[in-house]
Structures are given as C-alpha cells and as structure tokens.
C-alpha cells in the first residue's frame, strides 16, 4: 500500500507561481513512476506531467510546457511541480499519483495509487 499527501495549493494572481508537493510512504519510493494530474469542475481528470522512477524521464502536457516543472526527491520520498506563470485557465484540484512501474504513463488508469488532491485557483 501507498500513500500520498498533496500540499501546496492555494490562491495565486495571474503570472504567479506554486510549488506542489506529493509526499509518499508505503512502499520503495523509487521503485514507481509519479505523474500529476488535475482535474477543473465539469471536467475530465488530465494529464499534467509525469517523471521516470530515475528522474531520468520527464513528460508534460502541452498546456503547461515551458511553465512547469515536475521533479523528485528521492531521498525524501517527494515528487514536486513547480508552477510558474500560472493562468486562470490551471485553476483545479491537482492530485499526485504513484505508477509501480519505472516507466511514465500518461493516462489516469495507467496509475495505481492516488493522492486526496489540493486545491490551487488562479486569479486574473
């Protein structure tokens, strides 16, 4: 069993900037793939980036390339997305998941283990 708690959400101005933690215990850290994922009322849950057991691999989606960054720790048994020049439009519930494989996997199903969420929201 796995668990993950989320912290670092909150209310942040257009252009500002957050940093996302996922902490996980329960089972060898290093041993799963981790993604974020987010999910806006009346929405589907999507993909937000996702990072190779290693660190090695990194993917994120398109919406966010070039704005966030998805990284670990794994000494700490913490994944991380920092966040910066945050839109209105990245306002959602972000949730960390744990995949045990060493691959990345892109889709929800493709993850075992879920986070409760936190909340961030984005003025304009």
């Known amino acids: 069993q796995v668990q993950l708690v989320e912290s670092g959400g909150g209310l942040v101005q257009a252009g500002g900037s957050l940093r996302l933690s996922c902490a996980t215990s329960g089972r060898t850290f290093s041993s799963y793939a981790m993604g974020w994922f987010r999910q806006a009322p009346g929405k589907e849950r999507e993909f937000v980036a996702a990072?190779?057991?290693?660190?090695?691999?990194?993917y994120s989606a398109d919406s966010v390339k070039g704005r966030f960054t998805i990284s670990r720790d794994n000494a700490r048994n913490t994944v991380f997305l920092q966040m910066n020049s945050l839109k209105p439009e990245d306002t959602a519930v972000y949730y960390c998941?744990?995949?045990?494989?060493?691959?990345?996997?892109?889709?929800?199903?493709?993850?075992?283990?879920w986070g409760q969420g936190t909340q961030v929201t984005v003025s304009s």
């Open positions: 998941a744990a995949r045990f494989d060493l691959r990345v996997g892109v889709y929800p199903h493709e993850y075992d283990y």
């Open positions: 990072i190779s057991w290693s660190g090695g691999n990194r």
